[in-house]
């Protein structure tokens, strides 16, 4: 069966696959609410299924959906979901298909006591260990990788829960960030190589929360503690909070499209906060592709922090010059093939005056298949542009990633074939130039072993198997029809 989201996903940007919220109170008061905004805020890093599981002390409740949190939730399910402590989760699938099936959280029970698990990453192994598990007689209800886990701590022959947990962690490998809800726990916990992003919040009433990002602490009114450390467990319950080694250190490895792309602007990571990070790329754009040039724009909305860098270290003007349709993400339909042809158009609108007779500066955030960035400079020249220099904040992509990020194959990476000039000239843009990786480190100000950067050179922190395919349906029976 097709995706019915699957236009969606063509488009020229990665996507992250989805946002963590876990929050623990000691009186319950709005718990449920309190999750809800948490996703609210994290509704960036995905749109396609929204869920939300809670604990009153004796079950597991869960009520989740396809769509945007605010579709997903109403007020009468809101108040279905009382408890205590709860965790949530917002959507971007990697790994299986765009199904309530594939929705988290994830329920599980373990010695007859109720869990949920909700995930943020990709199992590189998902596809080796679901046959050994088949094999054995288990049975899976979706094609995500999330139920892997789950599963795994279903059959240990462990007694307690979190021994249990640990036992399953070692028996799958990739990037993983998860949050899981017990009767008396709420448990959050990163993979040896941090791949994937998790911190810690206090709030003023001694509870906890857990968010993929900061954002989601501030809303809540709860302070960063720090960020949750690669291979460490922590665990709110009754008796506080408490911290361990689930599994061994191996490096710090976060996924650096975070700080280009995928992290809110106003969220903070390794002490940063995104926003000036993403203006500093483009003080490093400005120093190493300069150009004459009448006036700087940003594709909304990841490239304008960048591109008011990329003015300040030039002293070209900034101006907005494209408008951004908000809701061209909103709907399942399947557009035809005129709609298709006109996707750029859909999604943004040039301003005429702004841009007549102007020798343009236009950075964004990344080139992913270059499948966009052609129609874009056109919209541009349309609008009269007399110049078209792009500047990219994120070095050439010439390798995909298995981590948790839908980005592409390889044989679809526009950089793993063509030339910086020869990319030029498909664009159609009068001069292409790209952040290299060492001034993007300048730029972030923190060592580059401290990033996992392996879609730009092919430096994989944790080995991929061989016969892993860069697809998103692995798990699916039978892969839906090719677009």
């Known amino acids: 069966m097709r995706d019915p989201g699957a236009w969606r996903h063509r488009s020229d940007s990665p996507h992250e696959e989805c946002g963590l919220i876990g929050v623990w109170t000691k009186d319950g008061a709005d718990l449920a609410r309190r999750c ?3 996703l609210f805020t994290l509704q960036h890093r995905g749109q396609e299924s929204a869920g939300i599981a809670v604990t009153d002390g004796d079950g597991v409740a869960c009520e989740k959906g396809m769509g945007l949190v605010t579709q997903v939730f109403t007020e009468d399910r809101i108040k279905s979901l009382r408890g205590h402590a709860g965790i949530g989760h917002t959507r971007y699938s990697t790994t299986g298909s765009t199904t309530i099936q594939n929705a988290q959280p994830i329920l599980g029970s373990f010695r007859g006591q109720p869990f949920a698990l909700a995930h943020n990453g990709n199992l590189v192994n998902a596809v080796a260990l679901r046959a050994e598990m088949e094999a054995l007689g288990c049975r899976f209800v979706s094609t995500s990788d999330t139920e892997l886990i789950v599963r795994l701590i279903e059959l240990s022959p462990e007694t307690e829960f979190e021994a249990a947990l640990r ?11 998860l949050v899981i809800l017990t009767p008396d726990r709420l448990i959050g916990l990163r993979d040896p190589w941090g791949i994937r992003p998790l911190c810690l919040g206090r709030d003023a009433n001694d509870g906890y929360v857990m968010a993929s990002e900061t954002c989601a602490l501030r809303l809540l009114q709860a302070r960063l503690v720090r960020e949750i450390e690669p291979g460490e467990m922590v665990v709110a319950g009754n008796d506080g909070l408490r911290a361990e080694v689930c599994e061994p250190y191996v490096r710090d490895s976060l996924c650096v499209f975070e700080f280009i792309y995928f992290a809110r602007p106003d969220s903070r990571m390794y002490g940063r906060e995104i926003y000036g990070l993403r203006r500093k790329m483009g003080h490093m754009l400005a120093e190493q592709h300069p150009v004459d040039a009448d006036l700087v724009i940003g594709i909304p909305d990841t490239g304008v922090p960048a591109a008011i860098g990329y003015s300040e270290a030039s002293r070209i003007p900034y101006s907005e ?4 349709n908000r809701y061209i993400q909103r709907t399942f339909i399947q557009p035809d093939p005129k709609m298709r042809r006109l996707g750029v158009s859909m999604k943004l609108a040039p301003l005429h005056d702004v841009l007549n007779g102007k020798r343009l500066v236009v950075v964004d955030d990344s080139i992913v298949r270059g499948t966009t960035t052609d129609q874009q400079v056109d919209l541009l020249r349309q609008a009269g542009a007399a110049e078209v220099h792009l500047r990219i904040c994120a070095p ?5 990633c298995f981590y948790g990020i839908d980005m592409a194959n390889q044989s679809e990476l526009i950089a793993a074939s063509l030339s910086v000039e020869q990319i030029r000239q498909k664009t159609g843009a009068d001069s292409l130039g790209y952040l290299s990786i060492a001034n993007l480190a300048r730029a972030l100000g923190i060592p580059r072993d401290k990033f996992c950067m392996a879609c730009f050179d092919g430096r994989y922190p944790l080995e ?7 697809t998103k349906f692995s798990l699916e029976k039978e892969a839906p029809d090719a677009q």
């Open 396 to 400: 050439p992509i010439r390798y995909p």
């Open 36 to 38: 809800f905004f948490g």
């Open 464 to 470: 991929i198997p061989q016969d892993v395919r860069a």
């Open 321 to 324: 010059g494209l408008l951004k």
């Open 167 to 177: 036992g399953a962690l070692t028996q799958v490998r990739g990037a993983y960030s």
